[in-house]
C-alpha cells in the first residue's frame, strides 16, 4: 500500500482523518510509522497529499491531512476482457487498476464458462476491493468503472461501435498476422480474449466494428501476462 486511500467517512472534519482495520494494520506492521511521520495519502476520487501522523495506538490511526495533489493522469483505454476465472480476475483488476485503466467491459464469450458469471467476485463491493488495491499500489485515488456485459453479440452490435467511436481499437489474438504497435498513444479500445481465445465469429465481429487484429508473437501468454504487457504498449 504505498497510498492510503481515504473514503468519506473517515474524516471527523476536513482535514482530520481517524482509520481503524485493514489500513491502520498496514501502518503499524508495514510502514510502522510513528507519531509526527508523513504518510501519502489521498481521497477517493478526490486529490492526494499527506497525513500527518497525530495519534497512533493499536486500534486508531489519527491522521491530519494536506490534499493538493491531482491523481496521476488516466490511461486513455478502455479495456474490454472476456471474462477471466474468478482467481485470475482478481489479479487482472488489480494490475488494470495500477495501469491506470479507468473503463473496463467485462464481457462474454464463447469460451468463457457460465459459471464464471455466478462469481460472488462479480459484486459491486467486491470488485471494488481489487480496484481499491491496484489504487493503492500505485497511488492513484480515481476508481475504475467496471460494466458488465454478459451478452456477446447485443453488446458488440448495439454498444460498441459508439463506445469504440473516435479511438484506435485493437483486439489482441495471437494467431494473427498484424503486429501489436510498439508504442502507441491516444485513445484506444482494446480486446482481451478468454483462456481460449476469441473464436473466429467473435474476432470478425469485432473487426465489422473497427478493430484490428493484433498479436504479440507466437508465444500464447495467459490472460494476466497478456493484460500488463498489451498495456504497456498503449501507456503514454
Ligand atoms: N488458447 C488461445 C490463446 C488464448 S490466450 C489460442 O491458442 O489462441 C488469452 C488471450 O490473451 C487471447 O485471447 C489474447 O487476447 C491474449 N493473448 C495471449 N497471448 C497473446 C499473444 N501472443 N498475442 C496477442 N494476444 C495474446
Known amino acids: 500500500m504505498n497510498l492510503i486511500l481515504l473514503h468519506d467517512d473517515d474524516f471527523s472534519s476536513e482535514s482530520l482523518v481517524s482509520l481503524c482495520g485493514r489500513r ?8 510502522r510509522a510513528e507519531v509526527g511521520d508523513s504518510l501519502r495519502v489521498g481521497k477517493l476520487n478526490g486529490l492526494m497529499g499527506e497525513g500527518r501522523v497525530l495519534a497512533l495506538t493499536s486500534n486508531r490511526l489519527e491522521l491530519e491531512v494536506r490534499l493538493d495533489q491531482q491523481s496521476p493522469p488516466a490511461l486513455p483505454l478502455t479495456l474490454l476482457l472476456a471474462l477471466p476465472r474468478p482467481k485470475m480476475l482478481k489479479r487482472v483488476l488489480q494490475s488494470v487498476s495500477s495501469l491506470g485503466v479507468k473503463q473496463i467491459y467485462l464481457i462474454n464469450s464463447y469460451r468463457v464458462e457460465k459459471s464464471f458469471w455466478s462469481s460472488p467476485l462479480l459484486q459491486t463491493e467486491k470488485l471494488q476491493e481489487q480496484l481499491l488495491l491496484g489504487l493503492e499500489q500505485a497511488c492513484d485515488t480515481i476508481l475504475p468503472e467496471v460494466h458488465l456485459r454478459q451478452r456477446f453479440k447485443p453488446f458488440v452490435e448495439d454498444e460498441l461501435p459508439q463506445l469504440a467511436a473516435d479511438t484506435a481499437a485493437f483486439v489482441a489474438h495471437p494467431v494473427t498476422d498484424g503486429a501489436c504497435p510498439s508504442a502507441h498513444s491516444g485513445p484506444t479500445t482494446l480486446a482481451i480474449g478468454p483462456e481460449g ?3 473466429p465469429y467473435e474476432v470478425e465481429k469485432l473487426q465489422e466494428c473497427g478493430f484490428t487484429p493484433i498479436s504479440l508473437g507466437r508465444r500464447i501468454l495467459r490472460v494476466e501476462t497478456a493484460v500488463p504487457v498489451l498495456l504497456s504498449r498503449f501507456c503514454p
Do not use: K, S
Open 24 to 31: 491502520l494494520r498496514h501502518v503499524l506492521d508495514v510502514h
Open 197 to 199: 481465445g476469441f473464436i
